[in-house]
């Protein structure tokens, strides 16, 4: 059986409008399944504009690839021009067509007035648990125990350090054979302190201050460990891998950003990374890993201590402060 002279005409407006189609709805459809997302990611105007045109391209080479294969797209159009479909039909599609196409410049191009998009949030806190917003960091301000305690150790030489850096130093200590393994820090506060200790007179406050610098170096140490690949070593987001994220890494030397929330927000968000944010966040949600997952309360709070360090910034003080 003969196939109709009109197929090849009606095969390319068939696809039009499926690919048409799948890009509109298919896409965003399917996309909502595979994230699991409770609204579908959206089609940018330009990306449809890239898909019709290959689209239309691919369909002008196909018609156009021989005199026959145009022929048969062109008949059923020389046959409507001629009114051989009846002369309604040719009144109603010379009208209802440029109507068409009239129409649809028109709702482009028409101001309209609509509900303002929803921005992405930076620091969403819909599922930020009130709790923590009173939260502070144990280890910027150690209390009076925890200094005596520092005290004896350090007049023992066997200030213990967290797991991750006691090996480098014991290397350390083996090469250098310092006097006291504190010397490994070498701020002005930490060689106050061990001026102090050396003479067997040593203040709280200079002991306190020491601490907190013995805490710096634990957090600085676990930032480059676990954060510096990504937010980099001047904690600006600049680090290796930044780059290759589409939302890059924070900039913490930035005003706007972990200066303008409590530390326990900092907490909260370092602990549950991108996949703990609420639907504000996206949709281009932050690669951050779920870090309480692989880190403890204790190395957490210490890499928040030296973020905040590095980048010369405050804590914002609760509201109820």
């Known amino acids: ?36 997302l409770p609204f579908p990611l959206t089609v940018p105007g330009t990306l449809m504009f890239i898909y019709m045109l290959l689209t239309v391209v691919a369909l002008f080479l196909l018609v156009t690839f021989s ?87 350090a007049q023992a030489n066997q200030v213990s350090f967290i797991p991750q850096v006691q090996a480098d130093l014991d290397s350390w200590a083996e090469y250098i054979e310092p006097d006291h393994m504190l010397e490994a820090i070498t701020t002005a506060p930490m060689h106050t302190f061990l001026q102090e200790l050396a003479a067997g007179n040593v203040s709280r406050d200079t ?45 913490f030397t930035d005003n706007g950003t972990i200066e303008t929330i409590v530390e326990g927000y900092t907490f909260w968000r370092v602990s549950n990374g991108g996949p703990g944010l609420p639907t504000e966040a996206t949709p281009w949600d932050s690669a951050m890993p779920v870090w309480k997952l692989n880190l403890t309360e204790e190395e957490r709070w210490k890499i928040i201590l030296a973020e905040y360090d590095l980048a010369q910034k405050t804590p914002r003080i609760p509201e109820s402060h």
């Open 207 to 251: 002991a306190r201050a020491a601490l907190i610098e013995k805490h710096l170096f634990e957090g600085r140490a676990l930032y480059s460990m676990n954060c510096r690949p990504c937010h980099g070593d001047s904690v600006a987001g600049d680090g290796p891998m930044a780059d290759g994220f589409k939302l890059r890494p924070i900039n």
């Open 67 to 153: 005199d026959e294969h145009l022929e048969e797209f062109l008949y059923p159009i020389r046959r409507f021009l001629r009114g051989e479909y009846g002369k309604v039909t040719r009144a109603a599609g010379l009208v209802l067509v440029p109507a068409l196409v009239g129409w649809q410049v028109y709702d482009v191009t028409i101001p309209k007035v609509q509900q303002p998009s929803s921005l992405r949030i930076q620091h969403p806190s819909s599922n930020f648990p009130k709790k923590n917003e009173a939260l502070k960091n144990p280890f910027s301000a150690a209390t009076d125990d925890e200094v005596d305690g520092f005290i004896e150790q």
């Open 1 to 36: 059986m003969k196939k109709p002279r009109t197929m090849r005409f009606w095969s390319v407006v068939l696809t039009l409008l499926l690919v048409y189609a799948l890009v509109k709805w298919g896409i965003p459809t399917v996309s909502r399944e595979i994230t699991e």
